[in-house]
C-alpha cells in the first residue's frame, strides 16, 4: 500500500513539474506564435486577392514555392491589409443553413467577407474563409472571386495536415496558379454538373484559357478532391450571400473611402 | 580522448548496430518524411534534440524512478521534449513547422527513443546515456537523409527545391525533360529506398549481421 501510494506521489510530482515547465516555454513563446500566425494568414489573403509583392511575377516563381516563400515585409503586409481590405460581417439565414449541412459554415449564424477595393472606393473582388475535409483533417482556406462573381481571384491554404510532398502540395503555387482566373459559371447556372472538376492534366492555366477545372496532384486524391468539394459546397453559398448583399458591401467600401 | 565505451557507443550507433538498418526502429517516419530533403533534416534534427535529452534526464532520474511506472515516466520526458521541439518551430521557423504538419508530434511514436531509453539509458551514466542518444538520433538522421536524397531527387527532380535533373536531362539532349517518378513521392518509394540502403549497409558491413541472429 505505501510502495503504491510513493509511486502515484512520484508519478503526480513529475507530471506536474514537467507540465510547469512545458507551461513556462508556452508561455513566453505564445505572443510570437500568435503574431506569426497572424502574419501568415495575412499573406494569405493578400495572395488570394493576388497583391504579391512589387516585382514579383507569379509565373517565374518556383511551382514548389509557398505563400512563405513570396518576400513579404511583414510591415507592408500589415499596412497592405489596413489599406486595401475591408471585413463586412453578414447574418446567415436559417433557409441558407439547411443548404449548408455538410459545411463548416452549418453552425455560424454569421459569415465574415472580405472586400479588396481601391483608393476611389471600388470593389476589386470579395474573399472569404473556407473548410473541408482533407485525407488527415481539416483543410482551411481563404478564396477570392472577381466582383461581378464570375471568375475565382485565387485561393489560398492557410491550414492542412495533409501528407508532406502528397496531399501538402495543395499550398504550392504550382497547384494553386490553376485557381487564377477560374470559371465560376457553373455556380450561376441551374444544372447538377458540378461547377468545379478536377482534371489529370491540364495543358493551360485558366488564366490563358478560363475554364472550370483544376489540374489534381498525383498520389493525393482525396485531397484534392476535399478541396474540390469544400469549393462546390461553400462558394455557392457564398456567391448567392454576397449577391444577396451587394449593395451593403458596396456601401461598405464607398463609405471607408 | 574518447573513451573504449564512448567509442564502442559511437561505432554502435552509426553502423554496427545502427538503429534503422540492423533494429529497423523507426520505420514509419523513414517511410512517411523522406521524400523531401529539407523536411527529413528538421525531423533529424528534432529526433536528436529529443534523443539526446530525453536519454539525459531518464538517465539522471534512474535511480529514484519506481520500477513499474518507469515506461509512463520516458514517455512523459520524451513527449515533453517533442512539446518543446513543436514550439520553438512554431515560434522561430513557421514555414518548416507548417511543412512537417503533423510529423513533429510523432517524433513521440519513434520506437528508436523509447527502444534506447529502455536499454540504454536507464541504465548508464549521464554522459553516456547523452552520447548514445546523441549517437542513435545521428545514426536515424543519415540513414533517412540518403533516402530523403534520392527520393526527392528522382521524385520531383530536386534537391532541397532547387531543380536538378530536369536541366541535366535536358543537357543531355532529351528535350521533354527529367520525367518525375510519381511512385518514388509516396510510401512504397520509401520501402524500395529503405530495403536498398538494407542491402547496400549489409553488404559493405566487415560484420555482415544477418537479421535472423538476433
Known sequence: MKKSITTIAFMTFVTVLFIS???????????????????????????AFDILPKEIDETELNPAATTN???????????????EIKTVTLPISEEHKKLLKDSFLAIEDSATIYIHHDNSGNVLAYGFPLKGKGLWGTISAFGAVSSNLEKMVGIDFTAQVETPGLGARITEVEFKYFFRNLSLEGFHEDSKRKPIVLVKEKEQSNIEDPTNSLQAITGATQTVSGVQKMLNTDLKFYLDLIKENEQQLKQAVSQRA | MISAKSAEIIKDDLWKNNPVTVQILGICSTLAVTNIFLNTLILG?????VMAFSALVVSLMRNIIPQRVRMMVQTLIIASFVVIVDIVLKAYVPDISKALGPYVGLIITNCIIMGRLEAFSSSNRPPLAFLDGVMSGIGYTYVILVIAFFRELLGFGTILGYPVMDPLVRSLGYSEGWIQWAFMIMAPGGFFMLAIFIWVANNI???NISHSEK
Not at chain 1, 25 to 44: G, V
Not at chain 1, 71 to 81: C, G, R
Not at chain 2, 45 to 49: E, Y
Open chain 1, 69 to 83: 516563400d513570396l518576400p513579404w515585409n511583414e510591415q507592408n503586409v500589415i499596412e497592405t491589409i489596413r489599406e
Open chain 1, 21 to 47: 515547465v512545458l507551461a513556462v516555454i508556452n508561455e513566453t513563446s505564445r505572443a510570437r506564435i500568435i503574431q506569426n500566425l497572424q502574419i501568415d494568414e495575412a499573406k494569405s489573403i493578400l495572395y
Open chain 2, 205 to 207: 558491413s566487415t560484420t
Open chain 2, 45 to 49: 534534427l528534432g529526433l536528436i534534440f
